[in-house]
Each structure stands twice: as C-alpha cells, then as structure tokens.
C-alpha cells in the first residue's frame, strides 16, 4: 500500500521532548508534538531512550530511524538553577566556536608567513608562538585541503567589528581580554534567549 502524503511527513518530522522530575524521583519524558508519546526512567539517559522507543512503536518504525529526530530540551529546573545551566552551555557552544576560529586563523597564518611574505617554518613559528613542526602540519594541511584561506564575511558581522574596534581604540581602560569577555557574555545572554523563544513556540 503507498503511503499517504501526511504519513510521509510524520516519518521525516523532528521532535521536541520535555523532561521533569516527579516527586518520585523519575524523569517524565513526553512529545510536545505529540503528548500520546510519553515515557518515564530513573535517569534523564534513560528517559531518553525510553521516549526514543516509545516514538518507535508509536510510528511503527526501528529506533534507529527516529533517535536523531528528537530534540531533548533543557529538563525543567528551578529558575536560578536553569540560568545557570544555560549559561555554561552557551559558554561551552562559544568556547567550542571561538576554539575552532582560532585554529582556522592560526592555519590561515602560518601558510600566509610562509607562502606569502617567503619566511621559514622556523622564523613563522616564532612569530606565531608554536612550534616549527605545527607550522609544518598546517601549512601541508592547508596545501592538500586546497580550500580557500578566507570565506565571506556576513555585513552584520564586520558592523560588530567595526564598532568594536572604534570602542577600543577611543577607550584605552579597555583592553581587548576585557572586551572580548564582555562580548562572550553578550553572546551567552542572545544564546540563551533564542533557546528561550524556541521552547516557549
């Protein structure tokens, strides 16, 4: 039998899960999408699972085809308790961003010092703070990627930076760890209340 359009659609939909503590001590998972598809487990990881089989058997299909379509929200917590979870997760997601920036720039760097203004692995590694042998790993990592060192940069992106440049240029009791932590914060406070508006739709 062929599957109708809207039978289709509930097979390749994504959910979102919301997940409380009981006055027993369980973990109640539940479907926003679907409130029929609901679950408990002593552990949030197990809650977790049972939900997945529970959505399983409510669409007929194998686990496997609907655990990365669920979304799990923050598990209902006390309010100070919750900012504060929000808070280390945006830090950790800004971390993990600002981490990965780093690495392309110090890449983008070393092929530039080389390739670029000719200098040797070991005066490049010297400017840079590293050891000649990373250089050496960036710079033939950046030769077989064959990609190009720069992508474009969004208008909005270069506004922020602009302006930011101009506050530390005509304010010097700034100094750039001070604005960058600042900036983190404020990155934080937006991360935090876009999961906000996401949970409360």
Same mark, same amino acid.
């Given at each position: 039998m062929t599957k109708t359009q809207t039978e289709t659609e509930t097979e390749s939909a994504t959910y979102h899960a919301r997940l409380q503590l009981d006055s #027993?001590?369980?973990?109640?998972?539940?479907? =926003?999408?679907?409130?029929?598809? !609901?679950?408990?487990?002593?552990?949030?990881? /197990?809650?977790?699972?049972?939900?997945?089989? +529970?959505?399983?058997?409510?669409?007929?299909? !194998?686990?496997?085809?609907? /655990?990365?379509?669920?979304?799990?929200?923050?598990?209902?917590?006390?309010?100070?308790?919750?900012?504060?979870?929000?808070?280390?997760?945006? +830090?950790? =997601?800004?971390? =993990?961003?600002?981490?990965?920036?780093?690495a392309e720039a110090l890449s983008g760097a070393s092929v530039a010092l080389v390739e670029d203004a000719h200098l040797s692995m070991r005066d490049a590694a010297d400017i840079l703070g590293i050891s000649h042998q990373r250089v050496?790993?960036?710079?033939?990592? #950046?030769?077989?990627?064959?990609t190009p060192r720069h992508g474009t940069v969004p208008q909005y992106v270069m506004d922020v930076a602009q302006s930011l440049e101009e506050h530390l240029t005509t304010d010097p009791d700034w100094d750039l760890s001070e604005m960058a932590s600042s900036v983190v914060r404020g990155l934080a406070a937006a991360w935090i209340t876009m999961h906000e508006t996401e949970s409360a739709q």
């Open positions: #027993s001590g369980q973990w109640l998972a539940e479907l =926003e999408e679907i409130p029929q598809v !609901h679950t408990f487990g002593r552990t949030l990881g /197990k809650a977790r699972e049972y939900l997945v089989d +529970a959505l399983a058997l409510w669409l007929d299909v !194998h686990a496997d085809c609907v /655990k990365d379509r669920i979304t799990f929200r923050i598990p209902a917590l006390p309010e100070e308790t919750r900012d504060a979870v929000q808070e280390a997760l945006a +830090a950790r =997601e800004i971390s =993990e961003a600002i981490g990965k920036l780093s050496q790993q960036l710079v033939a990592a #950046s030769r077989s990627a064959a």
